[in-house]
Nanobody, 120 residues
Framework: QLQLVESGGGLVQAGSSLRISCKAS????????MGWFRQAPGREREFIAR????????NYDDSVRGRFIISRENDKNTVYLQMSALKPEDTAVYYC?????????????WGQGTQVTVSS
């Protein structure tokens, strides 16, 4: 398993941008796909985006496609989520996730989450 620590969350206004980060340790970050999920109050955790081990392929949920970009820097053991045109409905705790394989598979690592709040 990876140890994952998210950072960069905060309170922003609708329409603004924010980048959150996830620093990994304790494992083979460069050989794992990574992902971002979020959980709003009263709702289940939902998939947002994921990226293959080499960063060449990404997938997004329809709710964020065109507004959010996932990227990674393997030399820094870090994955990012650049969020733009934020909406109040993007308010949630955002979680970083580590897949067990280079091209996804199951998830075996989770971070503690970082709160993103978008005001209208």
């Amino acid at each position: 398993q990876l140890q994952l620590v998210e950072s960069g969350g905060g309170l922003v206004q609708a329409g603004s941008s924010l980048r959150i980060s996830c620093k990994a340790s304790g494992g083979n970050f460069g050989d794992r796909a990574m992902g971002w999920f979020r959980q709003a109050p009263g709702r289940e955790r939902e998939f947002i985006a994921r990226i293959t081990y080499d960063g060449r392929n990404t997938n997004y949920d329809d709710s964020v496609r065109g507004r959010f970009i996932i990227s990674r820097e393997n030399d820094k053991n870090t994955v990012y989520l650049q969020m733009s045109a934020l909406k109040p409905e993007d308010t949630a705790v955002y979680y970083c996730a580590g897949y067990v394989e280079r091209l996804y598979g199951r998830i075996d690592s989770w971070g503690q989450g970082t709160q993103v709040t978008v005001s209208s």
